[in-house]
């Protein structure tokens, strides 16, 4: 009974430091000061991270909608110079050589922008400079074909 006694007296012995320095590890967890501060740097750093992910899928998302947009204008101006092209051959009505050179010229600027379109590779530097030049071209056409169907010769 002794050696029961004293072998259960051992164990708590051996027990007992584990169980207190377990207990003292959230006493000694406060930051000190210069680690505060790079956790809260660290934690700024991630967020801002975040923020820039954010940022380029909403640049990504305004790119593939502008393109969407554009090849819709495109598209809608190469039906137009089909049109024209088939006001040309019709028998009865006749376009000078002038209109037809515009028509064109135009189809040709039109295809341009595609391509342009196309090669463009999307960077957050100069996608503002593209996106207004772009516009503008495309507007420039977009006029350009109104006004050949308009009969200045009256």
Known sequence: MRKINLFKTMIIAACLPVIAVSCNNGINDKPKP???????????????????????????????????????KIAANEVKVAELRVDINKQGKSLDKMRLEKIVKLEKNNQDLRIKLANYKHEKSNWESFKEEFNHDMGEIGKALNDVTIDNKK
């Open 34 to 72: 210069g680690e505060a501060a790079q956790i809260a740097a660290d934690s700024l750093n991630i967020r801002n991270s975040e923020l820039e992910k954010a940022k380029v899928i909403e640049e990504n998302a305004e790119w593939m909608e502008f393109k969407a947009e554009a090849e819709k």
